[in-house]
């Protein structure tokens, strides 16, 4: 049996490095090895609230979750009915978004499926859904990145403005207006970037 050492919700406020077996994965499963996983605030919401968080499960305190969702990594092994889909030492990036209708994610929902831990299992449910998206690169922390550029790029495609008492949206920044940009760290340079690449 595989050990991973993991950051896990066990309660509010309750994160802890745990180390523990892995089960043999089943043969619609990933093992994978984790090898970088960006910090999102959105974890840091997950371990304020324990499971008063949507996304987290109520009985963490006997399955904690590990945390984690924007990473990356290599395919240890391979089920039975995924080898001629994916190889053992393939590089991957995981998307996270699921869309499920109970909002179980990696992350904060699964006790072997996240990215702040050595090792995980990829379940069946986000394989079906692609979230497993093979990565050509060995800079894994770009890889992570993917997930929160995904959701910057989002926004700008969804950014519109209106004229007083005129019910159309007119898509994209509004030409002559001002925009106010609120992002931190790595995530700034992303969206100045992004910003200077759309405005005329």
């Not at 009915?81 to 869309?99: H, I, T």
């Amino acid at each position: 049996m595989l050990q991973t050492t993991a950051a896990v919700i066990c309660g509010e406020k309750d994160v802890r490095l745990r180390t523990f077996d892995l089960p043999q994965i089943s043969d619609d499963e990933l093992l994978v090895k984790n090898i970088s996983n960006s910090i999102c605030l959105s974890t840091y919401k997950a371990a304020l609230l324990g499971s008063k968080h949507k996304r987290v499960p109520e009985n963490i305190d006997e399955v904690p979750v590990m945390t984690g969702h924007e990473y990356a990594g290599v395919i240890v092994e391979v089920g039975a009915n995924l080898r001629d889909k994916y190889k053992s030492g393939e590089p991957f990036v995981l998307q996270p978004a699921m869309g499920l209708p109970t909002g179980y994610s990696p992350g904060y929902s699964y006790e072997t499926f996240g990215g702040n831990a050595t090792y995980s299992i990829i379940p069946k449910v986000a394989i079906d859904l692609g979230c497993v998206l093979p990565y050509k690169s060995t800079y894994y922390a770009n890889a992570s990145l993917a997930e929160p550029m995904s959701c910057i790029i989002g926004a700008f495609h969804a950014s519109y403005h209106t004229t007083p008492y005129v019910y159309e949206h007119e898509m994209g920044i509004k030409e002559g207006g001002s925009l106010a940009l609120l992002a931190c760290a790595v995530l700034w340079v992303s969206v100045l970037s992004i910003t200077l690449s759309t405005v005329q």
